[in-house]
């Protein structure tokens, strides 16, 4: 029988976020980011899940956008890293999807197919990473102009960096210098806002959000849990209490004995380690529920399993399930105390983990 550690993914939750994504977008229309297998959650479910809700989806590369069409979601899709190489371009015709441009040898790519897929225009506003340089777009227009059919440019992207942080006023000047920048072009569609930039006052979302880590109930904001901003969490990591013992004082538990009991002490041992991708560096205090009980990682992560002290759950016993992120503990939380953003534990859970789906008419394993 295998053990019981599951990762359950609730997908009435994520289109709860989804339906406040809107709601904080509007007059402008939300694409769904699903990349990186759906944040973790696995995007075949997801992009099926959001299918009744969302008019768009958001991926990073060609391989997420086939799996999509592999789920039988016949969506608009845009890429927005678009084409890795220029036998991309007919795939992307044949399926349909939309491509971002953001450097010169992809105009090229175009340029020597026969027929070209929608376009967006990559911007580069301050981050970057990608993207045209404002004083170049009317010449990338002009090419574009020589290559696709009018209405196959379908408009201009930016992306933020400093979104996270609301004190920050770097989101208004690249707001500014993207709206600047696309001022020839009125009749094209903009898109800019990440998923942090729905909870920026006042903030103008253009025509296209793009939510992403918000979907999955995870805060994109510094200082806030994704539970403070409205956010639902879609998945709940649990595995089973495996043992319990009493530690004496000046008993250790784990590699390198980083936690030694002060007094005696109900400790339990927990089927879950970085081998299943929950963080190593979630140290001692880090938070975990069960049974109604808040209780705390003691030790180290081994690859495995971890250590729990009992002690605010006396009643917890072998067998019982125990959550370590989820509805009762914010992946906000755990985030903090492994040193990193709840991002990285929800797209690093592994393929050891199973994924079960609820409340999404027919629960199901991935």
């Known amino acids: 029988m295998p053990r019981k550690t ?6 009435r939750a994520l289109r709860h976020n989804y339906r406040l994504a809107c709601r904080l977008a509007s007059p402008a229309r939300a694409m769904a980011v699903i990349k990186a297998d759906g944040y973790g959650h696995g995007i075949r479910e997801v992009a099926r899940a959001l299918a009744s809700d969302a008019p768009k989806f958001a991926v990073a590369c060609l391989e997420e956008a086939l799996a999509i069409r592999e789920a039988g979601v016949d969506h608009p899709v845009v890429l927005l890293q678009g084409m890795h190489s220029a036998e991309d371009v007919a795939t992307c015709v044949r ?26 225009v990559k911007v580069n506003t301050g981050m970057n990473r990608l993207g045209f340089a404002p ?39 690249q707001t500014r210098i993207f709206s600047e920048a696309v001022v020839d072009w009125p009749k094209l569609e903009k898109s800019a806002s990440n998923s942090a930039a729905h909870f920026l006052p006042a903030q103008p979302s253009f025509d296209w959000t793009r939510p992403g ?42 590699y390198g004995y980083s936690w030694t009991a002060t007094r005696e002490t109900r400790m339990g041992i927990v089927a879950i380690g970085y081998g299943d991708g929950y963080p190593r560096h979630a140290g001692t205090g880090t938070p975990a529920w069960v049974g109604g009980n808040r209780i705390r990682l003691i030790g180290r992560v081994s690859m495995d399993m971890l250590a ?26 755990v985030a903090q105390h492994a040193g990193t ?22 629960a199901a394993a991935g």
């Open 341 to 362: 953003i709840g991002y990285e534990l929800l797209t690093g859970i592994t393929a050891r983990v199973p994924r079960l789906y609820e409340n999404s008419g027919n």
């Open 135 to 173: 004083s170049a777009l009317a010449d990338v227009m002009a090419r574009l102009g020589t290559i696709a059919a009018a209405e196959k440019v379908a408009g201009f992207v930016t992306h933020f960096a400093c979104a996270d942080d609301i004190s920050s006023d770097d989101t208004d000047q």
């Open 213 to 254: 880590i918000m979907l999955y109930g995870a805060s994109p904001t510094l200082g806030k849990t994704g539970p403070e901003l409205g956010l639902e969490a879609v998945m709940t990591l649990e595995a089973p209490l495996t043992a319990v013992r009493t530690l004496k004082p000046g008993e250790s538990v784990g």
């Open 95 to 120: 399926e349909g999807f939309e491509v971002v441009v953001h450097s010169r040898y992809q105009l090229d790519w175009l340029a020597q197919a026969g027929e070209t897929p929608t376009v967006w």
């Open 308 to 333: 729990v002290d009992l002690t605010g759950a006396p009643n917890a016993c072998p067998g019982d399930s125990v959550e370590l992120w989820g509805r009762h503990v914010s992946v906000d939380e």
């Open 6 to 11: 599951v990762a359950r993914i609730d997908t």
